[in-house]
């Protein structure tokens, strides 16, 4: 399948293990990463910081195969997750870097387009999280009211 507003295929990159056990040279059980998890969410990281913090520091290579559970299940079981998902956050902070961008460069044609389709994308993410009940039905994406909670 194509990405999305490219026609490029995308088939590089790395392959996760084919066995679905834990490895048996995981030193840590479920509950101690669970806590480890916990203690890096304490300290500001993202889910995705947190598993890249677990395989690199502390040699977990798959969370789901040590607890069972993502990432973001026990952050949610811990009551621990943020309001908006990681994905949305991101986004918008590419759309406000864009906008400051286009800011000092008004001629900048293709910087405008990259605005459009992060405006469509976030669009889109924000619909999807409604539809699951990860976002609040009410919530609406307002560029100028979500710059100032970034900032």
């Known amino acids: 399948m194509a990405r999305m507003h490219s026609r490029k295929k995308g088939r590089a990159g790395s392959k996760?293990?084919?066995?679905?056990?834990?490895p048996s040279w995981v030193s840590y059980g479920a509950k101690e990463t669970e806590i480890?998890?916990?203690?890096l969410a304490k300290e500001g990281k993202t889910a995705s910081q947190i598993g890249l913090a677990l395989r690199d520091i502390y040699g977990i290579p798959?969370?789901?195969?040590?607890?069972d559970k993502k990432v973001t299940t026990v952050l949610k079981e811990k009551e621990m997750l943020p309001n908006i998902p990681e994905d949305v956050m991101?986004?918008?902070r590419?759309?406000?870097m864009i906008k400051k961008h286009i800011g000092s460069n008004k001629?900048?044609?293709?910087?405008?387009?990259?605005l459009g389709l992060t405006d469509s994308k976030i669009r889109r993410m924000v619909k999807y999280y409604k539809r699951?009940?990860?976002?609040?039905a009410d919530w609406k994406y307002d560029p100028d009211k979500i710059r100032l909670l970034i900032e």
């Open 62 to 67: 798959d969370i789901k195969k040590v607890v």
């Open 132 to 136: 699951t009940g990860r976002l609040a």
């Open 94 to 96: 590419k759309n406000i």
């Open 16 to 22: 996760r293990p084919a066995k679905r056990t834990k």
């Open 36 to 39: 480890l998890i916990v203690k």
């Open 90 to 92: 991101a986004l918008i």
């Open 107 to 114: 001629k900048d044609m293709t910087a405008r387009r990259g």
